[in-house]
């Protein structure tokens, strides 16, 4: 069975400070992708990761995947408070199509 | 190009009833997703239908179906709620299934 699993749970940041969410998965898996949801809100989509070594960044957010360690880190620089959301990474199952398997979600709270 | 879209947004039933709920995805996508989210259980994938076929379906009891039109627009049906069936229930849709899937914002559940 694919597990997820995000650590940290939550995470309180001052605003300025640089932050890693790490995300771990049990098996192999085409892609990963990291997805925010604003509270009372759907889910947008940040980014997709497809191979080892991939690293996407945008604005104050990278994301990067080590396939071999089944690991993916969503880094935060310089934090400011719009970031503030709850994180999800996801995976798919190997195969699978259409299938997501979700972290429990890291919420960030960024404060002045 | 128009999201994911959700109908209805809200919806208040008691336990017993039945719900439809119905989905329709960005133009040209053809594989429709539905997730529950609830705060104990987060993210849990429930079924993806591609072109009129479920092709996937999560670990959830007979009461939770669907179906998908041939014009990609998907509908899930739960039988004799429960309690525990109170949730956000999330549709999303992507072109073939394995890339990136769209989020649309929800149909909000509560059983009493």
């Known amino acids: 069975e694919l597990k997820v699993e995000q650590n940290p749970l939550f995470l309180s940041m001052q605003e300025g400070k640089n932050y890693t969410i790490y995300c771990n998965y049990s098996?192999?898996?085409?892609?990963l992708y990291w997805y925010r949801q604003d509270p009372g809100k759907s889910l947008e989509s940040l980014f997709v990761?497809?191979?080892?070594?991939a690293v996407k960044q945008e604005g104050r957010l990278m994301a990067s995947l080590d396939t071999k360690a089944r690991l993916s880190t969503l880094h935060i620089t310089a934090a400011v408070h719009d970031l503030s959301a709850t994180y999800f990474c996801?995976?798919?199952?190997?195969?699978?199509?259409?299938?997501?398997?979700f972290g429990k979600g890291t919420k960030l709270s960024v404060k002045p | 190009k128009a999201g994911v879209t959700q109908t209805p947004r809200y919806l208040i039933k008691t336990r017993g009833q039945q719900v439809t709920l119905s989905c329709s995805p960005i133009?040209?996508?053809?594989?429709v997703s539905w997730y529950q989210q609830t705060p104990g259980q987060g993210l849990q994938f429930l079924f993806e239908?591609?072109?009129?076929?479920?092709?996937n379906k999560g670990n959830f009891p007979g009461r939770f179906s669907g179906r998908q039109f041939s014009n990609s627009r998907s509908e899930m049906n739960v039988s004799t709620l429960e309690l525990g069936d109170s949730a956000l229930y999330l549709c999303?849709?992507?072109?073939?299934?394995?890339?990136?899937?769209?989020f649309g914002p929800g149909t909000r559940l509560l059983v009493l």
């Open positions: 999303a849709s992507s072109r073939q299934g394995g890339e990136t899937q769209y």
């Open positions: 098996t192999t898996s085409d892609r």
């Open positions: 990761l497809l191979s080892n070594g």
């Open positions: 996801a995976v798919d199952i190997k195969g699978s199509q259409g299938n997501l398997i």
């Open positions: 133009s040209g996508h053809r594989s």
């Open positions: 239908y591609f072109s009129e076929t479920q092709r």
